[in-house]
Structure formats: C-alpha cells, structure tokens
C-alpha cells in the first residue's frame, strides 16, 4: 500500500514565503510524475506545479517565478518552495504522485496567506 504525508503550509502573511513537503512510502517501484495542486473554496482544483523523473518542471502561469518545485528521488519527495505569497494562493494543495503508472494524492494542506 503507498502512501502520501505532506508536511508544511499554515498562515502566513503576505509576501511570505512557506515549503510544503511530501513524501512517498509503501510498496514503491517507480515514481514518473510528481506535483502540486491547489483548491480554493468554490473552485476547481488546478495544478499549481509538476515536475518530471527526469527533473523538468512545468508551473501554471499564476505562480511562475515566485514558487519552486524540486524532488528528492532518494526520498521518494517533492517540495514545493512558496515564495511572494499572495492572498489568491490560499487554497487547500494536494500532491500527486503517479507510482508505478497509478496516481496517488496526498490528504491536502491548508495555506493561508493574509493580506
């Protein structure tokens, strides 16, 4: 059974900067695809960033430049770096795993950002 536990998010003012983690374990072969995705109340969830096994990464236009996707293969983690935080980025962010051709989500994290 695989498993998704993300760590990170919280409040945090505007302009501040907050990491989210998220980490793999279980009965793991390969890791393709990993990223982040975002919900806010109301909306659609929409993919915030995603990053490839060979390290290419891909942002949605609203955050580039100011957040920073990176894995650890070794550790089976994705982080996402979030920096210039505004109040439209709160949201709920899941992480997505695609393991072994199966997509896994993680059980989401609340980022607030006050303005």
């Known amino acids: 059974q695989v498993q998704l536990v993300e760590s990170g998010g919280g409040l945090v003012q505007a302009g501040g900067s907050l990491r989210l983690s998220c980490a793999a374990s279980g009965r793991i072969f390969s890791i393709s695809g990993m990223g982040w995705y975002r919900q806010a109340p109301g909306k659609q969830r929409e993919l915030v960033a995603s990053?490839?096994?060979?390290?290419?990464?891909n942002y949605a236009v609203s955050v580039k430049g100011r957040f920073t996707i990176s894995r650890d293969n070794a550790k089976n983690t994705v982080y996402l770096q979030m920096n210039s935080l505004k109040p439209e980025d709160a949201a709920v962010y899941y992480c997505r795993f695609v393991i072994d051709s199966y997509v896994y989500w993680g059980q989401g994290k609340q980022v607030t950002v006050s303005s």
């Open positions: 990053i490839t096994s060979g390290g290419s990464t």
